[in-house]
């Protein structure tokens, strides 16, 4: 999979830019902290700031192959989570 790079705009509140960058930079452990401070719409504006990112993205770039990649390296159970978070989404 060759390495390419897409530009991406974000607009969010600086108390939703503090919690990303937890997330983004902590990983798990920062996801962890991140979800005892996060309120029901808090989470829906990360959903929201997370789906914004993938559908630039995805305008830009065809993600099959990507994905196609990525979904090669996971396990039957994150296979699982991926599939039942694409039904979820697709029902939107």
């Known amino acids: 999979m060759k390495?390419?790079?897409?530009?991406?705009?974000?607009?969010?509140k600086p108390e939703m830019?503090?919690?990303l960058g937890m997330v983004l930079h902590g990983g798990t452990y920062g996801y962890n902290v991140v979800s005892k401070l996060l309120t029901p719409k808090s989470l829906k504006d990360l959903?929201?700031?997370?789906?914004?990112?993938?559908?630039q993205v995805e305008?830009?770039?065809?993600?099959?192959?990507?994905?196609?990649e990525l979904l090669s390296r996971l396990n039957p159970e994150e296979l699982a989570f991926f599939k039942e978070?694409?039904?979820?989404?697709?029902?939107?």
């Open 85 to 92: 978070l694409r039904s979820a989404e697709s029902k939107k």
């Open 47 to 55: 959903h929201d700031i997370g789906q914004s990112i993938i559908d």
């Open 59 to 68: 305008s830009e770039r065809d993600m099959t192959t990507y994905e196609k």
């Open 3 to 12: 390495s390419t790079r897409v530009k991406v705009e974000l607009e969010i």
């Open 17 to 19: 830019a503090l919690l």
